[in-house]
T-cell receptor, first 114, second 116 residues
Framework: AQTVTQSQPEMSVQEAETVTLSCTYDTSESDYYLFWYKQPPSRQMILVIRQEAYKQQNATENRFSVNFQKAAKSFSLKISDSQLGDAAMYFCAYSTNSGYALNFGKGTSLLVTP | DTGVSQDPRHKITKRGQNVTFRCDPISEHNRLYWYRQTLGQGPEFLTYFQNEAQLEKSRLLSDRFSAERPKGSFSTLEIQRTEQGDSAMYLC??????????????FGPGTRLTVL
Protein backbone atom coordinates (compact mmCIF):
# COMPACT_ATOMS: atom_id res chain seq x y z
CA ALA A 1 0.00 0.00 0.00
CA GLN A 2 1.12 3.50 -0.69
CA THR A 3 0.83 5.83 2.27
CA VAL A 4 1.64 9.31 3.49
CA THR A 5 2.27 9.95 7.17
CA GLN A 6 2.01 13.34 8.79
CA SER A 7 2.97 12.67 12.38
CA GLN A 8 2.00 16.10 13.76
CA PRO A 9 -1.80 16.49 13.94
CA GLU A 10 -1.38 20.05 15.26
CA MET A 11 1.42 22.59 15.31
CA SER A 12 1.63 26.10 16.69
CA VAL A 13 3.97 28.93 15.75
CA GLN A 14 4.28 32.57 16.70
CA GLU A 15 4.03 35.23 14.07
CA ALA A 16 7.37 35.91 12.36
CA GLU A 17 8.85 32.63 13.60
CA THR A 18 9.75 29.54 11.59
CA VAL A 19 7.95 26.21 11.71
CA THR A 20 8.60 22.86 10.06
CA LEU A 21 5.88 20.36 9.20
CA SER A 22 6.95 16.78 8.72
CA CYS A 23 5.87 14.24 6.14
CA THR A 24 7.04 10.76 5.26
CA TYR A 25 5.73 8.67 2.42
CA ASP A 26 6.02 5.15 1.20
CA THR A 27 6.05 4.26 -2.46
CA SER A 28 7.81 1.60 -4.45
CA GLU A 29 7.96 3.85 -7.50
CA SER A 30 11.30 5.37 -8.42
CA ASP A 31 9.82 8.46 -10.04
CA TYR A 32 7.12 10.52 -8.37
CA TYR A 33 6.00 14.03 -7.50
CA LEU A 34 5.51 15.52 -4.06
CA PHE A 35 3.19 18.32 -3.05
CA TRP A 36 2.20 20.41 -0.08
CA TYR A 37 -1.33 21.80 -0.17
CA LYS A 38 -2.88 24.34 2.20
CA GLN A 39 -6.58 24.24 3.14
CA PRO A 40 -7.71 27.32 5.12
CA PRO A 41 -10.86 26.95 7.23
CA SER A 42 -13.91 26.73 4.98
CA ARG A 43 -11.85 27.61 1.95
CA GLN A 44 -10.54 25.61 -0.94
CA MET A 45 -7.27 23.75 -1.12
CA ILE A 46 -4.40 25.55 -2.79
CA LEU A 47 -0.96 24.39 -3.82
CA VAL A 48 1.90 25.59 -1.65
CA ILE A 49 4.87 23.86 -3.26
CA ARG A 50 5.72 21.02 -5.67
CA GLN A 51 8.84 18.86 -5.88
CA GLU A 52 9.88 16.42 -8.59
CA ALA A 53 11.58 13.41 -7.01
CA TYR A 54 14.28 13.22 -9.67
CA LYS A 55 15.46 16.72 -8.79
CA GLN A 56 17.93 16.86 -5.92
CA GLN A 57 17.51 20.58 -5.36
CA ASN A 58 14.90 21.44 -2.76
CA ALA A 59 11.97 23.48 -4.05
CA THR A 60 11.31 26.96 -2.64
CA GLU A 61 8.42 29.38 -3.03
CA ASN A 62 8.99 32.66 -1.23
CA ARG A 63 8.66 31.91 2.51
CA PHE A 64 8.00 28.21 1.87
CA SER A 65 10.73 25.64 1.31
CA VAL A 66 11.05 21.90 1.52
CA ASN A 67 13.66 19.50 2.82
CA PHE A 68 13.45 16.52 0.49
CA GLN A 69 15.35 13.44 1.62
CA LYS A 70 14.69 10.80 -1.03
CA ALA A 71 16.49 7.92 0.67
CA ALA A 72 14.58 8.52 3.88
CA LYS A 73 11.33 9.19 1.96
CA SER A 74 10.92 12.40 3.87
CA PHE A 75 9.43 15.66 2.59
CA SER A 76 9.14 18.35 5.26
CA LEU A 77 7.80 21.86 4.74
CA LYS A 78 9.45 24.88 6.32
CA ILE A 79 7.50 28.10 6.69
CA SER A 80 9.65 31.12 7.46
CA ASP A 81 8.44 34.44 8.88
CA SER A 82 5.04 32.92 9.69
CA GLN A 83 2.00 35.11 9.10
CA LEU A 84 -1.52 34.94 10.53
CA GLY A 85 -2.75 34.03 7.08
CA ASP A 86 -0.66 30.85 7.14
CA ALA A 87 -3.08 29.29 9.64
CA ALA A 88 -4.64 26.31 7.89
CA MET A 89 -4.58 22.55 7.44
CA TYR A 90 -1.51 21.48 5.51
CA PHE A 91 -1.59 18.29 3.50
CA CYS A 92 1.36 16.41 2.11
CA ALA A 93 0.68 14.38 -1.03
CA TYR A 94 2.36 12.56 -3.87
CA SER A 95 1.55 11.15 -7.27
CA THR A 96 3.46 8.62 -9.33
CA ASN A 97 4.04 7.74 -12.95
CA SER A 98 1.70 4.78 -12.65
CA GLY A 99 -1.39 6.85 -11.91
CA TYR A 100 -2.78 10.33 -11.71
CA ALA A 101 -4.31 10.24 -8.23
CA LEU A 102 -2.87 12.31 -5.44
CA ASN A 103 -2.26 10.29 -2.27
CA PHE A 104 -2.75 12.52 0.74
CA GLY A 105 -1.74 12.39 4.39
CA LYS A 106 -4.18 13.19 7.18
CA GLY A 107 -2.94 16.74 7.48
CA THR A 108 -1.36 19.01 10.07
CA SER A 109 -3.37 21.85 11.55
CA LEU A 110 -1.17 24.94 11.87
CA LEU A 111 -2.08 27.62 14.37
CA VAL A 112 -0.34 30.99 14.12
CA THR A 113 -0.39 33.12 17.25
CA PRO A 114 0.24 36.89 17.39
CA ASP B 1 -8.96 33.30 -15.04
CA THR B 2 -11.70 31.54 -13.11
CA GLY B 3 -10.85 28.59 -10.92
CA VAL B 4 -12.59 25.28 -10.48
CA SER B 5 -16.22 25.71 -9.48
CA GLN B 6 -18.58 23.24 -7.87
CA ASP B 7 -22.32 23.24 -7.42
CA PRO B 8 -24.03 23.01 -5.03
CA ARG B 9 -21.77 23.99 -2.18
CA HIS B 10 -23.96 22.24 0.35
CA LYS B 11 -26.46 19.43 0.00
CA ILE B 12 -28.62 17.87 2.68
CA THR B 13 -30.55 14.78 1.72
CA LYS B 14 -32.37 11.91 3.29
CA ARG B 15 -31.00 8.40 3.25
CA GLY B 16 -32.01 6.55 0.12
CA GLN B 17 -32.28 9.63 -2.09
CA ASN B 18 -30.15 10.26 -5.17
CA VAL B 19 -27.90 13.30 -5.41
CA THR B 20 -25.87 14.82 -8.25
CA PHE B 21 -22.98 17.23 -8.01
CA ARG B 22 -21.46 19.30 -10.77
CA CYS B 23 -17.87 20.41 -11.34
CA ASP B 24 -16.67 22.98 -13.87
CA PRO B 25 -12.91 22.74 -14.34
CA ILE B 26 -10.53 25.51 -15.29
CA SER B 27 -11.03 26.33 -18.94
CA GLU B 28 -8.91 24.15 -21.25
CA HIS B 29 -7.85 21.78 -18.49
CA ASN B 30 -8.29 18.33 -19.94
CA ARG B 31 -7.82 16.34 -16.75
CA LEU B 32 -10.47 16.23 -14.06
CA TYR B 33 -10.46 14.43 -10.71
CA TRP B 34 -12.96 13.68 -7.96
CA TYR B 35 -11.95 13.18 -4.33
CA ARG B 36 -13.84 12.59 -1.10
CA GLN B 37 -12.77 14.13 2.19
CA THR B 38 -14.21 13.10 5.54
CA LEU B 39 -13.69 14.97 8.79
CA GLY B 40 -10.13 14.78 10.06
CA GLN B 41 -8.85 13.03 6.96
CA GLY B 42 -7.04 14.00 3.82
CA PRO B 43 -8.83 13.76 0.49
CA GLU B 44 -9.22 10.27 -0.98
CA PHE B 45 -9.16 9.73 -4.72
CA LEU B 46 -12.38 8.59 -6.38
CA THR B 47 -11.96 8.88 -10.14
CA TYR B 48 -10.11 10.62 -12.98
CA PHE B 49 -11.03 11.79 -16.48
CA GLN B 50 -8.79 12.61 -19.41
CA ASN B 51 -11.10 14.68 -21.60
CA GLU B 52 -14.32 12.65 -21.71
CA ALA B 53 -12.72 9.30 -20.94
CA GLN B 54 -12.87 7.95 -17.40
CA LEU B 55 -9.44 6.36 -17.08
CA GLU B 56 -9.11 5.51 -13.42
CA LYS B 57 -11.52 4.56 -10.66
CA SER B 58 -10.83 3.90 -7.00
CA ARG B 59 -12.23 0.92 -5.14
CA LEU B 60 -14.01 3.56 -3.04
CA LEU B 61 -16.26 4.23 -6.02
CA SER B 62 -18.98 1.68 -5.33
CA ASP B 63 -21.73 0.73 -7.76
CA ARG B 64 -23.90 3.48 -6.30
CA PHE B 65 -21.47 6.11 -7.57
CA SER B 66 -21.25 7.18 -11.17
CA ALA B 67 -19.30 10.00 -12.77
CA GLU B 68 -19.49 11.45 -16.25
CA ARG B 69 -17.74 14.12 -18.23
CA PRO B 70 -19.67 14.62 -21.46
CA LYS B 71 -17.75 16.43 -24.18
CA GLY B 72 -14.74 16.72 -21.91
CA SER B 73 -15.96 19.86 -20.20
CA PHE B 74 -17.92 19.84 -16.92
CA SER B 75 -18.34 16.68 -14.89
CA THR B 76 -21.11 15.26 -12.73
CA LEU B 77 -20.88 12.87 -9.82
CA GLU B 78 -24.06 11.02 -8.91
CA ILE B 79 -24.67 9.01 -5.78
CA GLN B 80 -27.68 6.73 -5.83
CA ARG B 81 -29.48 5.47 -2.74
CA THR B 82 -27.40 7.60 -0.42
CA GLU B 83 -26.24 6.21 2.92
CA GLN B 84 -25.16 8.05 6.04
CA GLY B 85 -21.59 6.93 5.35
CA ASP B 86 -21.64 9.00 2.17
CA SER B 87 -21.64 12.19 4.24
CA ALA B 88 -18.43 13.97 3.30
CA MET B 89 -16.94 16.84 1.33
CA TYR B 90 -16.68 15.97 -2.36
CA LEU B 91 -13.81 17.78 -4.03
CA CYS B 92 -13.20 18.28 -7.70
CA UNK B 93 -9.82 19.19 -9.18
CA UNK B 94 -8.49 19.82 -12.64
CA UNK B 95 -5.07 19.95 -14.27
CA UNK B 96 -3.81 21.09 -17.62
CA UNK B 97 -2.52 17.74 -18.80
CA UNK B 98 0.46 19.35 -20.53
CA UNK B 99 2.85 16.97 -18.80
CA UNK B 100 2.61 13.21 -18.88
CA UNK B 101 2.14 12.87 -15.12
CA UNK B 102 2.64 14.90 -11.97
CA UNK B 103 1.01 18.10 -13.14
CA UNK B 104 -0.47 20.36 -10.49
CA UNK B 105 -4.08 19.76 -9.58
CA UNK B 106 -6.23 22.80 -8.82
CA PHE B 107 -9.08 22.21 -6.42
CA GLY B 108 -12.60 23.56 -6.26
CA PRO B 109 -14.36 24.64 -3.05
CA GLY B 110 -16.10 21.29 -2.67
CA THR B 111 -19.67 20.13 -2.14
CA ARG B 112 -20.49 19.21 1.44
CA LEU B 113 -23.00 16.36 1.53
CA THR B 114 -24.97 15.55 4.65
CA VAL B 115 -27.11 12.41 4.59
CA LEU B 116 -29.75 12.31 7.32
Amino acid sequence: AQTVTQSQPEMSVQEAETVTLSCTYDTSESDYYLFWYKQPPSRQMILVIRQEAYKQQNATENRFSVNFQKAAKSFSLKISDSQLGDAAMYFCAYSTNSGYALNFGKGTSLLVTP
Amino acid sequence: DTGVSQDPRHKITKRGQNVTFRCDPISEHNRLYWYRQTLGQGPEFLTYFQNEAQLEKSRLLSDRFSAERPKGSFSTLEIQRTEQGDSAMYLCASSSGTSTVGDTQYFGPGTRLTVL
